[in-house]
T-cell receptor, first 112, second 117 residues
Framework: KNEVEQSPQNLTAQEGEFITINCSYS?????LHWLQQHPGGGIVSLFM???GKKKHGRLIATINIQEKHSSLHITASHPRDSAVYIC??????????????FGKGTHLIIQP | KAGVTQTPRYLIKTRGQQVTLSCSPI?????VSWYQQTPGQGLQFLFE???????NKGNFPGRFSGRQFSNSRSEMNVSTLELGDSALYLC????????????????FGEGSRLTVL
């Protein structure tokens, strides 16, 4: 079973700061998802990665398969980025009871 | 393009009852997966369906079951409800089974919030 660790658990920063959220996992994966959840519950998929780096607007996600590590970066952070960010992985073995395994999330607050 | 629709959004049940939740995926999406979210355990995978077949099942008791219809709509059922089943139940749809290439990107519904008294 894959173990997914996220850090930090909580992060408070000032508007405009560069934000980094980290995710480490224990077993080889076929894909890694970064998700964003705002208060009230709705979840939005930000990225799905299997290698390299992806960029969308002010968000950048990277993954290092050898080190079993991924990072989510937010440039020029804004109060509307305040949310919980969740890392989820699908183990390489694929089938059976694996499905997706989730990290516990990083609660990000951006202050004006 | 309509998003993922979950019904009902909120419901209250008592212990021992059963509940059925519904998920309508984005048009053209054939994969539906279900998740339970609680403050203590966070997000946990329940099961995934693709083309009416269950592909994967998480580590939940047999009281949790699901199915997918030919139009890709999916239902999950929880029988003999327990207090610990109180949670937000989320479903997500994708073009193909999750985790497989870019077409495995997930689109989530708003969730069904179940309270068991």
């Amino acid at each position: 079973k894959n173990e997914v660790e996220q850090s930090p658990q909580n992060l408070t920063a000032q508007e405009g700061e560069f934000i980094t959220i980290n995710c480490s996992y224990s077993v080889g994966i076929s894909a890694l998802h970064w998700l964003q959840q705002h208060p009230g519950g709705g979840i939005v998929s930000l990225f799905m990665l299997s290698s390299g780096k992806k960029k969308h607007g002010r968000l950048i996600a990277t993954i290092n398969i050898q080190e079993k590590h991924s990072s989510l970066h937010i440039t020029a952070s804004h109060p509307r980025d305040s949310a919980v960010y969740i890392c989820a992985v699908r183990s390489q073995s694929g089938g059976g009871a694996d499905g997706l395994t989730f990290g516990k999330g990083t609660h990000l607050i951006i202050q004006p | 393009k309509a998003g993922v629709t979950q019904t009902p959004r909120y419901l209250i049940k008592t212990r021992g009852q059963q509940v059925t939740l519904s998920c309508s995926p984005i048009s053209g999406h054939r994969s539906v997966s279900w998740y339970q979210q609680t403050p203590g355990q966070g997000l946990q995978f329940l099961f995934e369906y693709f083309s009416e077949t269950q592909r994967n099942k998480g580590n939940f008791p047999g009281r949790f079951s699901g199915r997918q219809f030919s139009n890709s709509r999916s239902e999950m059922n929880v029988s003999t409800l327990e207090l610990g089943d109180s949670a937000l139940y989320l479903c997500a749809s994708s073009l193909r089974p999750m985790g497989i290439s870019v077409t495995g990107e997930l689109f989530f519904g708003e969730g069904s919030r179940l309270t068991v008294l």
